[in-house]
């Protein structure tokens, strides 16, 4: 990314200034891609079962959003209008493209694990959703602060929901066991941990449905605590 | 033919498109206010999704898999294009959005009233892309077995959404506590319907 932030030295604004820096702020909590804009649902709940998958969905989507934010910028003046769908599409598609195949040399269990998820952050409504509001409008540095700022929103909800799940659902984070095994071993029938102490994972969690509640008590709390987020209906 | 029914009915109810997978959850919250839009939205759902599954499986099966060229000429067959898909699948998608809200306004400007201002949007709905990935990897053995999977998501999402509609009317009239009103609820009501939905897994097809 070294390359695209050299490109934009040039603005006589400061590189981080307030502005700036609230681009990157809003998005994490008063201004969240997801529990506030209800972009990106889509995937954001599909890959929650284990923690491993949901940072690399937000680590691709990361990706996905910054270089293609800035892309869009810098080529604003240059899209029709009319075509301007079709063009974002376009980019969308590619960096995807470039996504899923690193993924697939790379962490090939895991990109088995998303299947069709790293396609669909095609159609993630974030990424249209910011080319549309932002990318379009504004300069490629404060896209990218920008991008930075929605991909690290959407992040944080999608670990918050797999944290929640995973270890609730099976025990463990990242793959290791934290609450103990239920593996029966030797001289501990019921398998290790808490588990030992007749403690059960929760299936359920596992199930879709649970990461939809999950991610309606999360935002039941952020408007519980903030009054000005609530709706009327 | 028993396959292609219960491919139907399967896409319909234990592999639904909201509650299984969570395919056009953003469309889904956004326009479900009322039965009306949700109405027109997934009917429009249903027709795309119709149209563009079995156009992306022949683009698939004769264009894009590997050896899939071989039709063409002997010496194609170890081509493998499958890496384009998502572009491809995309391509076709926002076209044919395109092309079937200008045939339907010309057409038949009564149906281009209801649906007209629902089909842009569709383009950049998840489960129209979701649908053709999921085709590409189940790896249907006929176009009817593939446009059987393409209706039933469509009806499975239609379903879906005019059920939260009618609840989102009602719902109204209740008392949400006030930081869950609006999308909250919404949320919980959806896991809730999900859950009920995974009780039609138990059913053999």
């Known amino acids: 990314m070294s390359e695209v932030v050299e490109k934009v030295k040039a603005p006589s604004e400061p590189?981080?200034?307030?502005k700036n820096r609230k681009l990157v702020t809003d998005p994490l909590s008063d201004n969240n891609p997801i529990t506030i804009q209800v972009l990106g649902i889509c995937s954001a709940l599909a890959i929650t079962v284990q923690v491993e998958q949901a940072v690399v969905m937000s680590a691709a989507v990361f990706f996905v959003l910054a270089l293609g934010n800035v892309v869009i910028s810098t080529l604003r003046n240059l899209i029709p209008g009319r075509i301007r769908i079709i063009v974002q599409l376009v980019v969308v598609a590619s960096l995807v493209i470039i996504v899923n195949q690193v993924l697939m040399a790379y962490l090939p269990d895991v990109s088995a694990k998303l299947s069709v998820f790293v396609g669909?952050?095609?159609?993630?409504?974030?990424?249209?959703g910011r080319f549309e509001a932002f990318a379009m409008a504004n300069k490629p540095w404060p896209s990218f602060m920008d991008a930075v700022g929605n991909a690290s929103g959407y992040a944080i909800i999608l670990i918050i929901v797999a944290v929640v799940r995973e270890l609730l659902g099976s025990g463990s984070l990242f793959g290791i066991p934290i609450l103990g095994s239920p593996i029966p071993v030797e001289g501990y029938p019921n398998g290790t941990g808490l588990f030992d102490m007749g403690y059960m994972n929760n299936n359920l969690m596992v199930l879709p449905p649970m990461a939809l509640i999950v991610v309606g008590v999360i935002i039941w709390i952020q408007r519980g605590r903030n009054k000005k987020l609530i709706e009327s209906h | 033919m028993q396959?292609?029914?219960?491919?139907f009915v399967k896409a319909i109810f234990s592999e639904n498109m909201i509650f299984a997978y969570f395919l056009g959850m953003c469309s889904y919250l956004a326009v479900s206010k009322t039965v009306k839009t949700a109405v027109g939205l997934g009917?429009?759902?249903?027709?795309?999704?119709?149209?563009?599954?079995?156009?992306?499986?022949?683009?698939?099966?004769?264009?894009?898999?590997a050896g899939a060229l071989a039709w063409l000429n002997e010496s194609y067959a170890s081509i493998d294009l499958s890496f384009l898909s998502f572009i491809m699948y995309i391509a076709v998608i926002a076209s044919i959005v395109q092309l079937v809200e200008m045939v339907v306004e010309k057409f038949a400007p009564a149906l281009y009233g209801a649906l007209g201002?629902?089909?842009p949007l569709i383009a950049v709905n998840c489960a129209i892309l979701g649908g053709a990935l999921f085709m590409q990897d189940r790896q249907y053995t006929s176009i009817t077995d593939a446009t059987s999977f393409g209706l039933g998501s469509g009806v499975g999402w239609f379903l879906a959404i005019v059920a939260i509609a009618a609840i989102r009317e009602?719902?109204?009239?209740?008392?949400?506590?006030?930081?869950?009103?609006?999308?909250?609820?919404?949320?919980?009501?959806?896991?809730?319907?999900?859950?009920?939905?995974?009780?039609?897994?138990?059913?053999?097809y």
């Open chain 2, 117 to 119: 201002i629902f089909l």
């Open chain 2, 43 to 65: 009917a429009a759902v249903i027709f795309v999704l119709g149209i563009t599954i079995p156009l992306n499986y022949l683009l698939e099966n004769y264009v894009l898999k």
């Open chain 2, 3 to 7: 396959e292609t029914i219960s491919i």
């Open chain 1, 120 to 128: 669909l952050i095609i159609t993630n409504c974030i990424i249209m």
């Open chain 1, 15 to 18: 590189l981080f200034s307030k």
């Open chain 2, 170 to 204: 009602k719902i109204k009239y209740s008392h949400v506590p006030p930081a869950l009103r609006g999308l909250g609820i919404t949320f919980i009501i959806t896991g809730l319907m999900g859950m009920a939905f995974m009780s039609f897994m138990g059913i053999e």
